[in-house]
């Protein structure tokens, strides 16, 4: 498992834009396909994107923020990136960074990128509010 740092969060109006961030100090990040997971009250922990771990910058996205919202990674930094734009009162959640070696690149298709159990590192959670 690695350890998983994630700052950025905070409270921004509809519209606007934010830039997660979630750093892994120590050794091996490369190694980890990352992902990011949101959950707001009261609903499920919800996939948002994920990019695999070296090689082609193969990358996943939910449904819901496709478009609007980029994942990226610095293996030289050990940190992840997740860019949201166009935020909007939908998108209100605490945003959870998330390691794992179980993903699959298969062609262009992350494998495993969605399922939530197959991230074996977690971070806290950074919370992310948007005022309409």
């Known amino acids: 498992q690695v350890q998983l740092v994630e700052s950025g969060g905070g409270l921004v109006q509809a519209g606007d834009s934010l830039r997660l961030s979630c750093v892994a100090p120590?050794?091996?990040?490369?190694?980890?396909?990352m992902g990011w997971f949101r959950e707001a009250p009261g609903k499920d922990r919800e996939f948002v994107a994920a990019i695999a771990g070296s090689g082609p910058a193969a990358t996943s996205y939910g449904d819901s923020v496709k478009g609007r919202f980029t994942i990226s990674r610095d293996n030289v930094q050990n940190t992840v990136y997740l860019q949201m734009n166009s935020l909007t009162p939908e998108d209100a959640a605490v945003y959870y960074c998330a390691g794992s070696t179980r993903l699959r690149l298969i062609g262009s298709i992350l494998m495993g990128a969605k399922i939530a159990s197959w991230y074996s590192s977690w971070g806290q959670g950074t919370q992310v509010t948007v005022s309409s």
């Open positions: 120590g050794r091996g990040f490369s190694s980890y396909s």
